[in-house]
């Protein structure tokens, strides 16, 4: 790319922390799209290279301006959340406004869009699936899964090159430092904590969020319009992703493996709370319904192939997590 400017929004996110550092070991100049206020814990003071730029979300005149003369826009801004409050947020922040962003990114004449997906839209399987699967979750009534899954449709709809040309990237489940929202770190060390815990029927691609953000920047580089791709790592039971865990302490796992039937009743008795009380509990029916008996196993060959994507083992990122 000649124009080595990028408009990054979710750059004060986990993975946009490190697509901010990844963007600049590669000669990039970064202009962060921000909420005002939006910070990451740590970069509070922006790197050279980094233009803090507050922008109103919601106005698409603004997110144009803000894009303007960047020679790339890469998309990264969203919400992981299973509790039902954060719906009508997921479908502004995941649809609405990718929406949005697609649509200033044209108006201000930029040409390549990245936009930053998720695993779950290639749907579940315990056999890995490629990039050719379609999304097949809409029974599990998830709506980060289905806004993520709306929101790439409409950004590979707008897709129309050479005027504008929209790649796809679909990380795994991430892993490493710099966690922004709290969630993760402390379920990771928990688990780290226990020899042998219960564990759901299912698994995921786990990989460093490192190597997530490495390969989103070869995608800008490299991804063919109209594409995507997923970054995985390696495919995990919960029980295997376990043993990796306690394994990087030096430590024994011997997890048990709880029957479907065992959470699925669990998951109507929590529904049900749910309905009479209105609250979200830390333990609720979607986190449940998320992980029982649900794989989401991924073939890596065309992001490998395509964009020379050669992600690590993910002991690096337990470690370094389990250090912070």
Request: glycine fraction near 8%.
């Amino acid at each position: 790319m000649t124009n080595k400017i990028i408009a990054l929004t979710g750059g004060t996110g986990f993975l946009g922390l490190h697509l901010v550092e990844a963007l600049l070991s590669k000669g990039y100049t970064v202009r962060l799209l921000r909420r005002p206020g939006s910070v990451h814990p740590k970069m509070k003071m922006l790197p050279a290279n980094v233009e803090g730029r507050d922008v109103d979300f919601a106005d698409t005149a603004a997110l144009a301006k803000a894009c303007a003369g960047a020679g790339a826009v890469i998309h990264a801004a969203g919400l992981v959340s299973y509790n039902r409050k954060d719906q009508a947020n997921m479908q502004e922040t995941h649809v609405a406004l990718t929406n949005r962003v697609l649509e200033a990114a044209r108006r201000a004449g930029v040409t390549r869009f990245i936009h930053v997906s998720s695993i779950v839209t290639l749907g579940h399987s315990d056999v890995p699936r490629d990039e050719t699967a379609e999304y097949d979750a809409a029974e599990l009534h998830l709506a980060y899964w289905d806004t993520k899954a709306e929101a790439e449709n409409s950004a590979i709809a707008a897709n129309h090159p050479p005027e504008f040309e929209v790649v796809v990237v679909n990380p795994g489940s991430l892993l490493g430092p710099g966690e922004k929202n709290g969630q993760l770190l402390p379920f990771v060390k928990k688990l780290a904590s226990s020899e042998r815990p219960f564990l759901p029927d299912g698994g995921s691609d786990f990989l460093d969020v490192r190597d997530a953000a490495r390969g989103t920047v070869l995608a800008l580089e490299k991804g063919k319009a109209g594409e995507r791709y997923v970054l995985g790592s390696e495919n995990l039971t919960y029980a295997g992703f376990h043993k990796k865990l306690r394994a990087a302490m030096g430590k024994r796992s011997a997890p048990r493996i709880l029957p479907r039937w065992t959470l699925a009743a669990a998951e109507n008795m929590l529904g049900a709370l749910e309905s009479l009380t209105g609250v979200d509990l830390p333990i609720n029916a979607a986190r449940l319904r998320r992980v029982n008996g649900v794989y989401m196993f991924h073939d890596i060959s065309k992001a490998k192939k395509e964009l020379g994507y050669q992600p690590g083992p993910i002991e690096p990122a337990l470690r370094a997590m389990l250090e912070e």
